[in-house]
């Protein structure tokens, strides 16, 4: 009973409160505060995918979090259970909040930063989520935002970087046979100094929102040869040839 629930409060806010960011999506779009690059490589999303993005903090609100679904949402309106993506977010900020939980509880994957117990238990639903249930996952790759790092990769120009990615999503990947869907978002300065909160007012003044897409990765025998590390890294290099793409 209570995992209906859980099911039936997140399709009411797929039609509310996932509605709403989509009329803010098309709006920044028609006003020309979204620019969309490569539209045409923006799949139709199939069961077991992994959707694998920069985390820039937009506008200082962390709106990728809302824009990414956005992208997709005219896919999942009318089948919001099969299609509608799940979250991997972090425990302490998301899982453990009310405020999100209530209604995003249901789509979300918690994620216990640094070293610990819980992490056989994350993997085990995230691989359940890809590979067992053929879901749709939004992954933001880094740890966290790219603005609290500390070490980066840069793109081939120079002027774009990132945390590296974590290890596990190359190990994800090769586990589930998932394809991969590569995002670049950038907003304003690539790095900059992180609010003192997590969460704060949009700041419309940082300029254009530019969402860069890149070709979908299907899994293959070159692919799923290669090991963990390795294919992390090829997953890398394209998000980071991407975000140099104009």
């Not at 959707?51 to 903090?57: A, E, G, K, L, M």
């Not at 596990?168 to 790095?191: D, Y």
């Not at 949009?202 to 299907?218: A, D, H, Q, S, Y």
Request: with cysteine; aromatic share 12%; hydrophobic share 45%.
């Amino acid at each position: 009973m209570k995992k209906f629930i859980g099911k039936a409060i997140f399709v009411v806010a797929v039609y509310t409160i996932g509605f709403a960011f989509w009329i803010v999506f098309s709006i920044f779009k028609l006003i020309g505060k979204v620019r969309i690059v490569n539209p045409d490589n923006l799949p139709r999303l199939k069961p077991g995918t992994i959707i694998i993005s920069n985390h820039p903090d937009l506008m200082d609100c962390m709106y990728e979090i809302f824009l990414i679904p956005a992208l997709f949402y005219s896919q999942f309106f009318f089948h919001p259970l099969k299609c509608s993506p799940y979250f991997t977010l972090d425990k302490k900020n998301f899982k453990d909040k009310w405020y999100w939980n209530w209604w995003l509880g249901d789509r979300a994957i918690a994620i216990q930063r640094g070293a610990g117990n819980g992490r056989v238990a994350e993997a085990k639903e995230i691989v359940d989520v890809l590979g067992v249930h053929k879901g749709i996952i939004v992954h933001f790759g880094e740890g966290g935002r790219t603005c609290t790092g500390n070490k980066f990769q840069l793109s081939p120009s120079g002027k774009r970087k990132i945390r590296p990615l974590k290890p596990s999503v190359g190990w994800l990947v090769l586990k589930t046979q998932a394809c991969v869907i590569t995002i670049w978002l950038e907003n304003g300065p690539m790095i900059h100094q992180p609010g003192k909160r997590l969460f704060s007012l949009p700041k419309l003044r940082r300029g254009e929102i530019v969402v860069k897409i890149g070709k979908t990765m299907e899994a293959n025998k070159k692919l799923m040869a290669m090991s963990p590390s390795e294919l992390t890294e090829i997953i890398s290099a394209n998000l980071l040839e991407l975000a140099d793409q104009e």
